[in-house]
């Protein structure tokens, strides 16, 4: 028999079951209360996480976190380094006497480099009348030595240069370039190996094989005592000699052509005026950032070469002014391979070499 209290509490169950699948019916908005209530509370979530400020807590911080910039990531509004600064002119102490020619057959210096294999020696040659051959001197002025080239006899070489070669060792550089009337159809360039090794004796003799390339100019013959190397490219370049306030520059192309035959292009103007005067010499720094070319007085001209740069661009850029020592006729001009200072002599006999330290 079943008690009065059990069919009540039975009632009470199917009435509220009833009411409860009432609510799972559809709301007019299309969708169940039941899916109705779980947007409500995701909403009342998400309600949660937003603070009075606007500010989120911590799972927002964390999204917020996710989309601030990268410090390690370019930025886009930086602007770009620009160009490389140009550097100040360097300062050089005035020349300093280290040495005395001590050979009687170079009496008229007119080109110099550095040795790069062989330290504390120096390259130089002689002016027009003279063989092709080089002369070895120690910075004291000891003669060590001469390096004869087996060529034909040159009309006028007025200078030298160095060069790195592709397979790591060194090229010197002469150029035949002297033509003071201004007539030679074709001017010419030597050029010889750096020996690795000089024989033991002093002075020693020895003879090298040559490589002869024949220039021509674009715009007719011109006067010239200037040879430089562009340690970078390769390229060389003569300067012309001109009693005009500026001088020419013209380039050969690398890379050297043993035997062939080149045209030389102006690929610039120099603005020599009356500081430099007539050009005799010049040199390339061993790193290529330092050119300068000299005439007879004291001082010689220093063109910066901003990095990345054509050498032929350095020459749009205002000189600096560099000591030269008070010299009869010089016409050479070496730096040191460490860019630590550089070297002249002048024509004469028993010539004292001088060298100008940078500060």
């Given amino acids: 028999m079943t008690r009065p209290v059990d069919s009540i509490a039975w009632l009470l169950v199917v009435i509220a079951t009833s009411c409860g699948d009432d609510d799972t019916g559809t709301r007019p908005d299309g969708a169940t209360t039941l899916d109705a209530a779980a947007t409500d509370d995701a909403a009342r979530h998400d309600d949660a996480s937003v603070l009075p400020d606007g500010a989120r807590d911590h799972d927002a911080a964390g999204l917020d976190a996710a989309h601030a910039p990268d410090a390690s990531a370019p930025d886009a509004t930086t602007p770009d380094a620009g160009p490389p600064e ?25 080109g110099l480099v550095a040795s ?126 001109t009693s005009a306030a500026v001088s020419g520059l013209y380039r050969v192309a690398a890379p050297f052509a043993p035997g062939g035959s080149v045209v030389a292009d102006r690929v610039a103007t120099i603005a020599t005026g009356r500081s430099l005067g007539l050009t005799t010499g010049g040199d390339v720094s061993a790193d290529g950032r330092e050119i300068v070319v000299r005439g007879y007085g004291r001082t010689a001209s220093l063109w910066r070469r901003l990095a990345g740069s054509p050498l032929a661009d350095a020459f749009a850029i205002d000189a600096c002014e560099i000591p030269i020592a008070d010299e009869p006729q010089g016409e050479t001009f070496g730096w040191m391979p460490d860019g630590s200072g550089y070297l002249t002599v002048s024509e004469g006999s028993a010539q004292p070499i001088f060298r100008s330290a940078r500060r």
Avoid: Q
Avoid at 86 to 109: H, Q, R, S
Avoid at 154 to 176: K, N, S, V
């Fill in 86 to 110: 140009l550097p100040p002119c360097p300062a050089f102490d005035d020349p300093v006497e280290i040495g005395t020619v001590a050979t009687g057959a170079l009496d008229e210096a007119s």
């Fill in 116 to 241: 790069r294999v062989h330290a504390g020696v120096l390259w130089l040659h002689n002016d027009s009348g003279d063989d092709a051959r080089l002369f070895a001197i120690g910075l004291d002025g000891e003669h060590v030595g001469t390096l004869s080239l087996s060529v034909d006899r040159p009309r006028d070489i007025e200078d030298m240069a160095i060069a790195p070669a592709a397979d790591g060792g060194w090229f010197l550089y002469l150029g035949d370039i002297g033509d003071n009337d201004e007539a030679r159809a074709s001017i010419s360039i030597l050029r010889v190996r750096e020996p690795d090794v000089l024989p033991s004796e002093r002075p020693f003799a020895v003879t090298l094989e040559a490589d002869v390339l024949e220039v021509t100019y674009a715009d007719g013959a011109h006067n010239a005592e200037t040879l430089l190397a562009d340690p970078e490219a390769g390229d060389l370049f003569i300067v012309e000699k």
